[in-house]
Antibody
Framework: QVQLQESGPGLVKPSQTLSLTCSVSGDSISSADHYWNWIRQPPGKGLEWIGCIRKSGSTYYSPSLRSRLSISVDTSKNQFSLKLTSVTAADTAVYYC??????WGQGTLVTVSS | EVVLTQSPGTLSLSPGERATLSCRTSQSVNSVSLAWYQHKPGQAPRLVMYGSSNRATGISDRFSGSGSGTDFTLTISRLEPEDFAVYYCQYYGASPFAFGQGTRLEI
């Protein structure tokens, strides 16, 4: 059974870069062609799709975040990562990683504050 | 870019009743790429329906999905206490794989 686990700092200062990693177990990122997603939920708001990556390295980004966003994959570590630059308080959210829509991490809260 | 609009924003019902949730897309989409998720506080979202009408693994047959073109529906018959949550639709046929704004199903 596939499991995903987000990791990274819980607090990021404004204007800095938010970096998260999703570690995958029970499945190999380099096997079948899944979409490895990042999704977030700001406090009191709905789900927002951030972007995703495939094993080939092809990426798909939300238009509203594209200028600040980078998603990468490390098949040797069976991980994929998110980098969001120039963060503001509006980027405060619970961040989830997911394989397609079928398997999700538990989420990690990232707060942007000085 | 496909925009998804869900209605109603909040649906107040009682256990045993039937819930009908709507998701409208801004343009006609292929129904094979429409999903529904259930989200409870403090938990990860859970896939309920994929391909607009296919129940995900472990989902009760009280859940059914339908629709085509721009109008899609998630129906929950005979509501159980564990069904009360926020439900989101998502289109995953083409990037961006946007979510609707959600429908809160409350007791």
């Amino acid at each position: 059974q596939v499991q995903l686990q987000e990791s990274g700092p819980g607090l990021v200062k404004p204007s800095q870069t938010l970096s998260l990693t999703c570690s995958v177990s029970g499945d190999s990122i380099s096997s079948a062609d899944h979409y490895w997603n990042w999704i977030r939920q700001p406090p009191g708001k709905g789900l927002e799709w951030i972007g995703c990556i495939r094993k080939s390295g092809s990426t798909y980004y939300s238009p509203s975040l594209r200028s600040r966003l980078s998603i990468s994959v490390d098949t040797s570590k069976n991980q994929f990562s998110l980098k969001l630059t120039s963060v503001t308080a509006a980027d405060t959210a619970v961040y989830y990683c997911a394989r397609d829509g079928t398997a999700w991490g538990q989420g990690t809260l990232v707060t942007v504050s000085s | 870019e496909v925009v998804l609009t869900q209605s109603p924003g909040t649906l107040s019902l009682s256990p045993g009743e039937r819930a009908t949730l709507s998701c409208r897309t801004s343009q006609s989409v292929n129904s094979v790429s429409l999903a529904w998720y259930q989200h409870k506080p403090g938990q990860a979202p859970r896939l309920v329906m994929y391909g607009s009408s296919n129940r995900a693994t472990g989902i009760s047959d009280r859940f059914s999905g339908s629709g085509s073109g721009t109008d899609f529906t998630l129906t929950i018959s005979r509501l159980e206490p564990e069904d009360f949550a926020v439900y989101y639709c998502q289109y995953y046929g083409a990037s961006p794989f946007a979510f609707g704004q959600g429908t809160r199903l409350e007791i």
